[in-house]
């Protein structure tokens, strides 16, 4: 059986906190300009 977890946007981050909720399923955005425009 294989499972595909799907990321959201903490999966390109360096901190071991952000990545740790990667794959959760909130579409988190990182801390950005781009974060702002939601």
Do not use: C, G
């Not at 799907?6 to 955005?29: C, G, M």
């Amino acid at each position: 059986m294989t499972t595909n977890k799907k990321t959201n946007r903490l999966i390109a981050e360096k901190s071991p906190y952000l990545l740790q909720h990667a794959y959760n399923q909130v579409d988190w955005v990182p801390w950005s300009e781009e974060a702002l425009k939601f």
